[in-house]
């Protein structure tokens, strides 16, 4: 059974810093693209970050603040967010591919986790 497990979201105030990890079992994902996601209250699910063997991509809206990594290793993913803002309060999803190019489109992800809470206060 092929899982995704967030883990690392909380309470934050704005300006400060979270990480985010997600641990894949049940397959290898470390040649497929795998990525962050995140939705607002009210709001569709939008782009955040993905990591490929070719590269990664990250949002304009977080760009200079998140940085997205992965460790094959371990078959994780995480996400640093810096300097986090009051707009950033979501919650996050860890999402993985199984089409080999990289992509910021949430209908190419196969598998999703649960997704973590987000907060960031003013």
């Known amino acids: 059974q092929i899982q995704l497990v967030e883990s690392g979201g909380g309470l934050v105030q704005a300006g400060g810093s979270l990480r985010l990890s997600c641990a894949a079992s049940?397959?290898?994902?470390?040649?497929?693209?795998m990525g962050w996601f995140r939705q607002a209250p009210g709001k569709e699910r939008e782009f955040v970050a993905t990591?490929?063997?070719?590269?990664?991509r990250t949002a304009d809206s977080v760009k200079g603040r998140f940085t997205i990594s992965r460790d094959n290793f371990k078959n994780t993913i995480n996400l640093q967010m810096n300097n986090l803002e009051p707009e950033d309060t979501a919650v996050y999803y860890c999402?993985?591919?199984?089409?080999?190019?990289?992509?910021?489109?949430?209908?190419?992800?196969?598998?999703w986790g649960q997704g973590t809470q987000v907060t960031v206060s003013s």
């Open positions: 990591i490929s063997r070719s590269g990664s």
């Open positions: 999402a993985a591919s199984t089409t080999l190019t990289i992509t910021s489109i949430a209908a190419n992800y196969d598998y």
């Open positions: 049940g397959r290898t994902f470390s040649v497929y693209p």
